[in-house]
């Protein structure tokens, strides 16, 4: 990816989804991942597992709060903070116009996003759904929102 990504991740309790997000976050070459939280961090024997190296070849940095991060990334000057998030007032990732250097967070997948973290972030942005269930894994929503972002610039 040409353009500076950071992904934040709010509180993921799975070590596995958190390394499967590091081998997204490398194949479309975003920048560097944020865990905040328990969010699994390297070094960590079940993240290295999936992530199959990615952690070595992706920034990885913590913050004690997805609040944390996003005050953080605002004096970084991060453009557009964006939650990514099952939200009424969403806007469909395929649809919106994005702007560089942004961060994506993704959230717990039983707790979503802190709400003192949603309110604030710039957008929320969400992936269609069309099927009975109103979510997806939060790798996979990742692997969208982020192929999504890859595709626009093209």
Same mark, same amino acid.
């Given at each position: 990816?040409?353009?500076?990504? @950071?992904?934040?991740?709010?509180?993921?309790?799975?070590?596995?989804? @958190?390394?499967?997000?590091?081998?997204?976050?490398?194949?479309?070459?975003?920048?560097?991942?944020?865990?905040?939280?328990? @969010?699994?961090?390297?070094?960590?024997?079940?993240?290295?597992?999936?992530?199959?190296?990615?952690?070595?070849?992706?920034?990885?940095?913590?913050?004690?709060?997805?609040?944390?991060?996003?005050?953080?990334?605002?004096?970084?000057?991060?453009?557009?903070?964006?939650?990514?998030?099952?939200?009424? #007032?969403?806007?469909?990732?395929?649809?919106?116009?994005?702007?560089?250097?942004?961060?994506?967070?993704?959230?717990?997948?039983?707790?979503?996003?802190?709400?003192? @973290?949603?309110?604030?972030? &710039?957008?929320?942005? &969400?992936?269609?759904?069309?099927?009975?269930?109103?979510?997806? #894994?939060?790798? #996979?929503?990742?692997?969208?929102?982020?192929?999504?972002?890859?595709?626009?610039?093209?």
């Amino acid at each position: 990816m040409e353009k500076k990504i @950071t992904i934040v991740l709010d509180r993921l309790r799975s070590a596995h989804n @958190t390394g499967n997000i590091f081998r997204i976050a490398d194949a479309v070459g975003a920048e560097e991942i944020i865990a905040c939280g328990y @969010t699994p961090m390297p070094p960590h024997s079940k993240l290295a597992k999936t992530a199959m190296n990615t952690d070595k070849t992706v920034k990885c940095r913590h913050a004690e709060t997805s609040i944390d991060a996003v005050d953080m990334l605002r004096k970084e000057g991060v453009k557009q903070i964006i939650a990514v998030d099952t939200a009424e #007032n969403a806007v469909n990732a395929w649809e919106f116009e994005y702007q560089f250097p942004l961060a994506l967070i993704f959230g717990n997948e039983a707790l979503g996003i802190d709400e003192k @973290t949603l309110q604030k972030c &710039d957008h929320i942005i &969400d992936l269609p759904m069309v099927g009975f269930k109103e979510s997806i #894994n939060v790798g #996979n929503a990742a692997a969208a929102v982020l192929y999504a972002i890859l595709a626009k610039q093209s």
